[in-house]
């Protein structure tokens, strides 16, 4: 896809540091690194983690060393084995620097050069202590899709998925000081979780802290063979949820994030019991789960079908 990025790298602006998280990224690799050094009205410097990449991305990587600001953390002599674990290296072994703010960042998209400006513009006129924003999806047949994700947030909503993918997540320094020493604290407990974006989410909401989602869409959502997570959404990905419900895994992840981020709220008691009752009072409640009407139907559906077993 030809996308015209700005050539140069911005010199002024506050610093944000970018934790990019890599694995066999190397058709896509050189394109997204181009637009986060192209952002406009920031510093930029990137931190990489590769997950023993076998397709050259390390190569690239160390290419882009002499080119822009990125520094690459040393290999574990380990697979991490999902963007999830990298991500969680990434934050706990991430020097802070002078860097104001701090971007997660896929190995695969492309972003539009004001992203991060847009974040920290938004973070700072709200008071907000976390932002993500909705996205464009793109496939290689040139077909776009917008991935709104930026519904009025509810109550309980962190506690039932993530607001949109993560990379568009931008915090501010303390805020990400605070996620840091959490992730240290917690790094060996946190790793079975299976998203980093849900879990990361649920840590700021669940202590006080505001989140905002943008509506406006700051990049392009690359959507390929290969996406770990990708757009959830149509049949197949419908069906792949269902599969989740059912196999006990999404109340798992429900309960994990919970007592990972030290949720004792009585809705997390009623899905750990999960009796007939406790199913009736989750669906009564379930407009303080989740965002759109929609959601909160297919949720419904979901608790009521989920299976009873020990939490």
Same mark, same amino acid.
């Not at 896929?106 to 992203?115: F, G, R, T, V």
């Not at 392009?220 to 419900?245: D, F, K, P, T």
């Given at each position: 896809?030809?996308?015209?990025i700005?050539?140069?790298?911005?010199?002024?602006?506050?610093h944000?540091?970018?934790?990019? %998280?890599?694995?066999?990224?190397?058709?896509?690799?050189?394109?997204?690194?181009?637009?986060?050094?192209?952002?406009?009205?920031?510093?930029?410097?990137?931190?990489?983690?590769?997950?023993?990449?076998?397709?050259?991305?390390?190569e690239?990587?160390?290419?882009?060393? =002499?080119?822009?600001a990125?520094?690459? $953390?040393?290999?574990?002599?380990a697979?991490?084995?999902?963007?999830?674990?990298?991500?969680?290296?990434?934050?706990?072994?991430?020097?802070?620097?002078?860097?104001?703010?701090?971007?997660?960042?896929?190995?695969?998209d492309?972003w539009?050069?004001?992203?991060?400006? *847009? #974040?920290i513009?938004? $973070?700072?006129?709200?008071?907000a202590?976390?932002?993500?924003?909705?996205?464009?999806a793109?496939?290689?047949? =040139?077909? *776009?899709?917008?991935?709104?994700?930026?519904?009025?947030q509810?109550?309980?909503?962190?506690l039932?998925?993530?607001?949109?993918? #993560?990379?568009?997540?931008?915090?501010?320094?303390?805020?990400?000081?605070?996620?840091?020493q959490?992730?240290?604290?917690?790094?060996?407990?946190?790793?079975?979780?299976?998203v980093?974006?849900?879990?990361i989410? %649920?840590?700021v909401?669940?202590? =006080?802290?505001?989140?905002?989602?943008?509506?406006?869409?700051?990049?392009l959502?690359?959507?390929?063979?290969?996406?770990?997570?990708?757009?959830? &959404?149509?049949?197949r990905?419908?069906?792949?949820?269902?599969?989740?419900?059912?196999?006990?895994?999404?109340r798992r992840d429900?309960?994990?994030i919970?007592?990972?981020?030290?949720?004792? &709220?009585?809705v997390?008691q009623?899905?750990?019991?999960?009796?007939?009752?406790?199913?009736?009072? $989750?669906?009564?409640?379930?407009?303080?789960?989740?965002?759109?009407?929609?959601?909160?139907?297919?949720?419904?559906?979901?608790?009521?079908?989920?299976?009873?077993? *020990?939490?």
């Amino acid at each position: 896809m030809n996308v015209e990025i700005p050539v140069g790298q911005t010199t002024s602006g506050p610093h944000v540091r970018v934790l990019l %998280a890599t694995f066999n990224g190397a058709p896509w690799l050189d394109e997204q690194l181009h637009s986060i050094f192209a952002q406009q009205g920031v510093r930029i410097s990137v931190v990489a983690s590769d997950d023993s990449s076998s397709d050259g991305t390390p190569e690239l990587l160390q290419a882009w060393i =002499g080119r822009g600001a990125l520094t690459v $953390l040393p290999s574990t002599g380990a697979r991490f084995g999902s963007a999830h674990r990298n991500f969680l290296r990434l934050i706990r072994d991430t020097e802070l620097g002078d860097a104001a703010f701090f971007a997660l960042s896929d190995q695969d998209d492309i972003w539009l050069p004001q992203k991060l400006s *847009r #974040g920290i513009e938004c $973070l700072g006129k709200l008071s907000a202590q976390g932002y993500s924003s909705n996205v464009t999806a793109f496939w290689p047949d =040139g077909t *776009r899709h917008l991935i709104d994700k930026a519904q009025p947030q509810r109550r309980f909503d962190q506690l039932f998925g993530s607001p949109g993918p #993560g990379c568009t997540f931008v915090f501010p320094r303390s805020v990400f000081q605070q996620l840091q020493q959490w992730v240290t604290q917690n790094f060996d407990r946190i790793q079975g979780i299976w998203v980093h974006d849900w879990l990361i989410y %649920a840590f700021v909401r669940c202590r =006080g802290m505001r989140w905002y989602i943008d509506d406006q869409p700051n990049m392009l959502y690359r959507q390929h063979g290969r996406n770990e997570i990708g757009v959830n &959404a149509g049949w197949r990905a419908a069906l792949s949820r269902l599969r989740h419900v059912r196999t006990g895994a999404y109340r798992r992840d429900i309960l994990a994030i919970a007592d990972s981020v030290g949720e004792t &709220a009585g809705v997390v008691q009623l899905v750990r019991r999960l009796s007939v009752l406790d199913r009736l009072r $989750l669906v009564l409640q379930v407009r303080h789960f989740r965002r759109r009407l929609i959601d909160c139907v297919i949720l419904a559906f979901f608790i009521m079908v989920m299976p009873r077993e *020990r939490g």
